[in-house]
């Protein structure tokens, strides 16, 4: 069974610093993987998605992801963060067979400091 | 139209009420979904529809009632709700499903069970 861990729990940055999320997942071969965001009180929607190909996925609103496979890993990156990017992420890693069900990690709340 | 309608935005309702939330897509999406979240935790799966057919019930009690009238409507039926039920209820679907790819949210219902 698949499974995904976002290390952060609350993440802070200043308006137009870097910014990197980490996800780290858990699945026996090449997973379905995805960032969601989520502003409050809303629905989650779709940042980016990796399925194969090209490791270095881009997203919407500037967002980029890099799947890894050495270190199981699909972080999330965007080079100069928005007040408007505070939200809550949620990775997910979906099974490429058997049991069709999303796992999503826990999530991480940023935020951003004018 | 790349939407997911979800009325109403909030419900409260008492424990003894029955009440219905109610989701719409124009996609053609064959696939629809029901998330609950509760605060600062990642969407649960609760039903999925695919082809208009209940194909994953992930244990959910009874006091939930889904229904699916035809392929761009999904109902959730609720009645005789515990207070432990106030959470956002989120709809989801996808092009085909069960399915791995990329799930288009609503904006929930944000219930409240007194």
């Known amino acids: 069974a698949q499974s995904v861990t976002q290390p952060d729990i609350h993440i802070t940055v200043s308006e137009g610093a870097s910014l990197e999320l980490r996800c780290n997942y858990s699945y026996g071969a090449t997973p379905y993987l995805f960032w969601y965001v989520q502003s409050p009180g809303q629905g989650l929607q779709l940042l980016l998605k990796y399925f194969s190909g090209d490791t270095l996925v881009q997203g919407i609103k500037g967002f980029e992801a890099e799947f890894k496979r050495s270190q199981s890993s699909f972080n999330l990156r965007k080079p100069s963060v928005h007040w408007s990017d505070a939200a809550e992420y949620f990775c997910a890693v979906g099974a490429t067979s058997g049991t069709y069900k999303y796992i999503f990690g826990t999530g991480t709340r940023l935020k951003v400091l004018a | 139209d790349t939407e997911v309608t979800q009325t109403p935005k909030h419900l409260v309702m008492g424990m003894t009420n029955k009440k219905s939330l109610k989701c719409e897509q124009h996609?053609?999406?064959?696939?629809m979904y029901w998330y609950k979240q509760k605060a600062k935790k990642p969407p649960e799966l609760m039903f999925v529809y695919s082809y208009e057919k209940l194909s994953i019930n992930e244990s959910v009690p009874s006091r939930f009632s889904p229904e699916c009238p035809n392929s761009s409507l999904l109902n959730l039926h609720l009645h005789a709700l515990q207070p432990e039920d106030s959470a956002l209820y989120l709809c989801a679907s996808s092009r085909q499903g069960p399915t791995n790819e990329k799930l288009f949210f609503g904006s929930g219902t944000q219930l409240s069970v007194l």
């Open positions: 996609m053609g999406h064959r696939a």
